[in-house]
């Protein structure tokens, strides 16, 4: 999943890339679970790598409040700067001017690094995926999630467990006034 970019001289060519699921790297967040689908272009111009394109795919992830896995479809439009892993140490975001004394732009403050004329296409994948998936992934809007007493999916049944939480540094009051 590396593209060699010792081949583009200066120039756009053209990314047309069909990967299976289990070509990246397992995570625990989420599995891939279709092919992934990179398509469009990467354009060098001297040591910046500028990929604009689209990444599809579909990801299994569990549900925040039920824990079941359910499928989310991904569709990202792609618009990401690369620069030399060279030029990494050399602008910080402390300060507002590189060594040579250059003004860092907006571009260059969202860009990501590459080695040796290699960019690792899987890392970048990987990155988009997390990017896209929901803060709270839910399997459906109105998921009931697990009941806190007896841990049943309450999406499937019911359960005729009591939830009653009492705020613990409201307790001692409760003796102060007599139930009637």
């Known amino acids: 999943m590396l593209l060699d970019l010792g081949r583009l001289r200066s120039g756009v060519e053209r990314l047309n890339r069909l990967f299976e699921p289990d070509a990246l790297e397992a995570v625990e967040d989420f599995r891939v679970v279709s092919p992934v ?8 111009d001297g040591p910046q790598v500028r990929v604009k394109g689209r990444l599809t795919a579909t990801l299994e992830c569990a549900c925040s409040r039920c824990l079941e896995p359910f499928e989310v479809p991904v ?9 030399p892993a060279t030029e990494a140490g050399s602008r910080s975001p402390q300060s507002s001017d590189d060594e040579d004394g250059e003004a860092l732009t907006e571009d260059s403050l969202g860009a990501s690094f590459y080695r040796d ?14 990017l ?3 803060m709270k992934p839910l ?3 109105d998921c ?4 806190p007493v007896c841990g049943l999916n309450r999406n499937r049944d019911t359960c005729a467990c009591r939830v009653e939480w009492i705020d613990p540094r409201l307790e001692p009051l409760k003796h102060l006034r007599p139930e009637s």
């Open 37 to 44: 689908s990179l398509t469009g272009d990467v354009r060098k």
């Open 75 to 83: 569709a990202v439009d792609l618009d990401l700067l690369f620069l």
């Open 117 to 130: 004329d290699v960019l690792d296409l899987g890392d970048m994948i990987r990155e988009q995926f997390f």
């Open 132 to 134: 896209a998936l929901p």
């Open 139 to 141: 399997c459906r809007p």
């Open 144 to 147: 009931q999630g697990l009941c």
